[in-house]
């Protein structure tokens, strides 16, 4: 698949999940290998604009992470056009609007699923987003506000005729939150409806599940969740690099310890801040130490509980052992390894 000028292959998507999806999980996913894109948690566009000091603090991406999205939510086309411009000039390879948040603090402003009830403004603030920026433009929908209002399609249509280059349609309506069964059809719907390519989304787990749902709708590529959470390997098993089934222990705590390192590299955060996010992060990789876990406080301490779980191994020792793929040659996780997260 090919989005503006990036080959995205395999066109697997890790789907944006703010709490989860920051610049370490992006990247432990890409060196487990198999993810062919990637995209930040959610950013308030009028947050850029009224505190872009603050909100600047909190940004987590690199240019080198391409082919990667910023998303950005918002209601109002110039402030979004402003956010679009700006993680562009700090290096945003690719643009995406969200209209599928349905929390209470997105949609009372108008932004996310909001949109979903209005094309008129939709439009309005995809075009002004095209506009803005040259990098190429996605959207992520679901598939209407509820289920009898289904407005995928149109918006879809709509957002291809803005100059939109990619879109990700989630099955279910913004009423439906994540109860209910995903309704795959409106991929389908969609899929015919437009020329550009289509990510569908919506409770996938194993690859042959993809395919049937390839099948089913005719979309070009899928994007993934909550089954990466706790199990980043996830795309390289689909991709066929690692063995199916749940990996051993010792793989699966050198894995979170890698997560850990990343974290300490990476976060904008606080240590304070960034072990309360590790703590629901680090216990979906089901060590056996949950307890332990979620009352985290340290890098240090984290760091010591799982050591002892990995046996000392580093994801790299397991290398050839767990079949897991050679580093990329290049990219942003071919930078030196952190030795420990613990500041000297
Ligand atoms: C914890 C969590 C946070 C999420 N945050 C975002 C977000 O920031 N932006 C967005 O477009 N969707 C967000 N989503 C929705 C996911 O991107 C995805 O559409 C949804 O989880 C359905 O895919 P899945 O069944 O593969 O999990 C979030 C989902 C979860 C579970």
Redesign the pocket.
Known sequence: MKIGSYEVEPATYL??????TNRAFRELCRELGGVGMVCT??VSSQALEYSRQRAMRFFDFAASEAPMAV?LFGAEPQVMAEAARLVVDLGAPMVDI?M??WVPKVVKKGGGAALLGDLCQARSVVEAVCRAVEVPVTV?VRSGLSSAQETAVPFARAAQDCGVQAIAV?ARSAEQG?SGS?DWSVIGRVCQAVKIPVFG????TTRAEAETMAAATGCQGW?????ALGAPWIFAQWAGLLPEGVPPVEFRAAVALRHLHLTALHSPLSEHQAVRELRGQLSRYELGIREQLVRLESYAQAEKLLIKISDGAELADLRGSWHLPPPPARGPCDRERPQSPVPP
């Open positions: 789907a944006p999940m703010a709490g989860h948690e959610l998303q969200n599928g948040c992520k989630h994540f995903p989304n919506g409770d996938l994007m993934v969740g909550r089954a």
